[in-house]
């Protein structure tokens, strides 16, 4: 299973069908509150076991920077898991 598919699977049950979406669409696009989008944030960190680094994200977003998107957490769980020991 891919990283993607692992992802899908994982918030498919939680209400977020992101499979329906582009992988490039910014999560605030698929139609999350805040909340919302936390939530799924902090689901991927649970499950993947990882910490995602959203406050570096956010301070780029704040500072023009690129949204977090669908790939750009995939992209992260890739180099995470390659890393990982």
Do not use: C, H
């Amino acid at each position: 299973m891919t990283t993607l598919e692992r992802l899908v699977a994982l918030l498919k049950p939680r209400g977020y069908d992101i499979a329906s979406f582009p992988v490039d669409t910014p999560i605030e696009k698929l139609g999350l509150d805040s909340l919302e989008q936390l939530d799924l944030l902090f689901a991927v960190n649970e499950e993947f076991e990882v910490d995602l680094p959203l406050d570096k994200w956010l301070e780029e977003i704040e500072a023009g920077g690129a949204p977090i998107t669908i790939s750009r957490i995939v992209d992260y769980l890739e180099v995470w898991k390659e890393a990982a020991p």
